[in-house]
């Protein structure tokens, strides 16, 4: 099909041109001597053409906000390196969203960052599956949700370290710094619901939470996984209640070792709180605050320091004693 464009005049002098409308492209040509004057134009409306079977096609491609190019025919090769990775890590990011029930505005707000992390040269060199959990992350603390860590890497089927390592090196290369810390009450629901409480999970849920206060106001909250303090509260508000969970049904929900969870339980035993009977407990919120267990800790170790170096000052004062002329030279 011919054209005249009464703007236009080729280097031959020739003012007819066709359009290539057979084809995706749309190429604008003189008739003449065949020069393209226009390659993959963009056009505002939309037009059809008719291919040699008789079927209809539409003309041209869209270009999306965040693509450099169009892609027509939905060939991959036309879109560039930076594209792909952006087109992958949106469709990994969302798949692992929705494997977690994570909402989409979440996943959205990881995608952003996976978009400031490309730009920031970061996915260059890592494994893709690292960076997306550490977005998805990253989301999740800032929304405040139940989902740890490990939750991402059990489902990507890589280590946990290596995804908190990325998280880490993403948090100090993209300068993110309202990274709230995380409540370990937003866990108590999530580790609840997997346990089998019955009628009385609300009531078990609000001890564990109230449990997790009273940990936060003695201090046992501070340089400890959120996750642990977690089981622990879950463990005891089941004990709370007549129910009898054992350790190893708490490490299965909060993917803590046995140690630790016995560990913060020892922590509390140490605190005024402890010491108070269920009833009491549930009614009395004003119970003394306690030391924290690192300030009790280093001054068990002072003592028994100081007791080895009077110990040691004495034995040596005997001896002396017992031969001066020996000690004398």
Known sequence: MSVSV???TCKCGG???RREFNTASGDLACVQCGVVLEENPIVSEVTFAETSTGAATVQGAFVGSDQSRASFGGNRGSLDSREQTLANGKRRIKNVAAALRIPDFI???AYNLFQLALLNN???GRRSQNVVASCLY???RKEKTHHMLIDFSSRLQVSVYAVGATFLKMVKALHIRDL???DPSLFIQHFADKLDFGTVKLKVIQDAVKLSHRMSEDWIHE???PAGIAGACILLAARMNNFRRTHSEIV??????EFTIQKRLNEFKNTHASKLTVSRFRENSNVERTLPPAFTTNRKRERKLIDQITELEETGEEAIKKDPILFSH
């Open 223 to 225: 340089g400890r996984r």
């Open 15 to 17: 003012t007819e041109f």
């Open 6 to 8: 009464a703007t236009r």
């Open 107 to 109: 996943s959205d707000a």
């Open 122 to 124: 970061f996915v260059q």
């Open 252 to 257: 299965a929900v909060s993917h803590v070792s």
């Open 138 to 140: 990253i989301a999740c």
């Open 180 to 182: 709230p810390l995380v």
